[in-house]
């Protein structure tokens, strides 16, 4: 089952422009406000206490993220009033000398969105992202998407190369997708086995737990304060626990939900002049498979094992994260290989990866003792000049309440601000989320999740002196598909930036 509706449509014999599911979109008019730090509604779920500063820093973090409401749904609601592209229209606003466009114009795309029985929608809240793309020259940058919250949506962009249009996604589904969130944070299933000799048994963990009669175990960790529990064994007792692993299911009955909401797709043509040069306004864009960030540090291209290993001579590199910064590690292993630490005693070089701590959506079975929080981790770094800290947290979190993730962002900036405090020139670096394409189990992992926690991870750590790897920009404006885990050449411009942080000569 799939959200992300049909690609189609071309300006010009090479290019491609496209909206696709989730962007940050702005409104330009009041909304409803956000949920507060309250429990969800069956107070099974509730979060630790904050400060005063961090607890109004939240209200204004959730109201920034707040999206549109949409009428209430009904039940059973008619789907053929929901968003269907098919029937929805857009037109290119004039611009350009003589409304004849060129390359490094603005763009500016007006979008009506109607439902399945052709009436125009009144209401917004629909998820889109833009791009413009250029196959041939290997070129692509994002566009900025508007709210107007009556229906309608602008498009804007940098006019850089020829383009094409697609458009995906319904508030209907979305209006589904933040409830689900708010009262369902436990439809991904995660177990720990407990054991002690012959005797065995696995229980159900997460965040929080409903209430029965079954007692739980508390694991909540002492230094972060980041919550934890399972229902205890019958047998056991809360001491014997092995792992953390994977259900093996979700609560698919949930996905009733909203797959019929995910379905039909438009497209458009309208052909564009190529003339000219422009910029983007954004973090950057692609030209010749290569991202050019628009400021800060200049991106140097590290193409061979040579100058890699140049580079991180002398230096001693944590990564932290789940398995989108472990792709960077494989990336820098495959020039100096080792198995999650990387160590060249010639060179002096240390490169180290370690999984962030639960919640955790994998296959494998991890030793408790493996378990470790990123906040803790930081704390134990000494840090200095040839220091590097690098992480990322939040594919695994994407099925949890907003306030929770906030929380968990909050106790890793503490601790990289202890870590700046003692040692100011270590190099902090931040991955930030992005699109992860298409899922059978789009109720719990969604790109409109993605986006949410997108905005929070810039907000959270914003005038930090860090630096930001914009991985949300440089995956939609790439001409590749969407994917949690994005391809080899994304990766490669991605290590790149980094690489370009630590050795800016």
């Not at 959200?3 to 909304?31: D, I």
């Not at 004849?100 to 029985?117: A, N, P, S, T």
């Not at 494998?364 to 770094?381: C, F």
């Not at 099925?399 to 929770?404: E, S």
Request: charged share 20%; with cysteine.
């Amino acid at each position: 089952m799939s959200c992300r509706y049909l690609k189609g449509g071309s300006w010009g014999m090479r290019g491609g422009l496209s909206f696709e599911k989730v962007n940050s979109t702005q409104p330009t008019a009041s909304h409803t406000a956000p949920p507060t730090a309250s429990p969800v509604p069956d107070n099974f779920c509730t979060f630790k206490p904050l400060s005063s500063v961090e607890a109004e820093e939240e209200r204004l973090i959730l109201e920034s993220i707040a999206w549109p409401e949409t009428p209430p749904l009904p039940a059973p609601f008619p789907l053929n009033q929901t968003s269907d592209p098919a029937h929805s229209t857009f037109i290119i606003l004039p611009g350009g000398v003589g409304d004849k466009r060129h390359v490094g114009d603005q763009l500016e795309v007006m979008i009506k969105m109607y439902d399945f029985q052709g009436n125009p929608k009144k209401s917004g809240g629909d998820a889109i992202v833009a791009r413009l793309h250029n196959r041939a020259l290997e070129a692509g940058v994002a566009g900025r998407v508007v709210d107007h919250l009556n229906g309608s949506y602008s498009a804007v962009f940098p006019l850089l190369w020829e383009g094409s249009v697609t458009l995906v996604h319904s508030s209907e589904a979305i209006t589904v997708l933040r409830r689900l969130n708010r009262e369902h944070p436990d439809r991904t299933i995660l177990k720990s086995l407990f054991r002690s000799g012959s005797v065995s048994e696995s229980t159900i963990c997460n965040i929080c737990l409903r209430q029965t009669n079954q007692p739980q175990c508390n694991y909540t960790d002492l230094r972060t304060g980041d919550p934890w529990f399972c229902y205890k064994p019958k047998e056991l007792s809360c001491d014997t626990r092995m792992n953390h692993m994977n259900g093996g299911m979700y609560k698919l009955n949930l996905l009733k939900n909203i797959k019929e909401l995910c379905r039909s797709h438009f497209n458009h043509e309208q052909p564009m002049d190529s003339l000219g040069s422009g910029k983007s306004g954004l973090s950057g864009y692609y030209y010749q498979g290569v991202w050019r960030p628009l400021g800060g540090t200049k991106v140097h291209q590290f193409n061979n094992s040579s100058a890699i290993s140049q580079c991180l001579k002398g230096k001693v590199v944590h990564m932290y994260g789940d398995s989108t910064v472990r792709q960077w590690f494989e990336y820098l292993d495959a020039s100096l290989p080792g198995p999650f630490m990387i160590w060249d005693n010639a060179k002096n070089i240390l490169v180290k990866f370690h999984l962030h701590g639960p919640p955790l959506s994998i296959s494998v079975h991890i030793p408790t003792s493996e378990l470790r929080y990123i906040a803790n981790e930081i704390d134990d770094v000494v840090g200095g000049t040839n220091t590097v800290v690098i992480f990322g947290i939040w594919a695994h979190l994407t099925p949890f309440p907003m306030q929770f993730y906030i929380r968990r962002l909050y106790g890793i900036r503490r601790a990289v601000i202890r870590l700046l405090n003692r040692a100011p020139d270590t190099l902090v670096v931040i991955r930030t989320p992005n699109l992860r394409g298409t899922n059978p189990y789009i109720f719990t992992f969604n790109d409109w999740y993605a986006i949410q926690q997108d905005k929070v991870v810039r907000a959270v750590f914003k005038g930090l002196n860090v630096q930001l790897v914009d991985a949300w920009e440089m995956v939609l404006a790439h001409h590749l598909p969407h994917y949690i885990h994005p391809p080899p050449p994304i990766i490669r411009n991605m290590v790149n930036i980094i690489l370009s942080h630590m050795c800016p000569q």
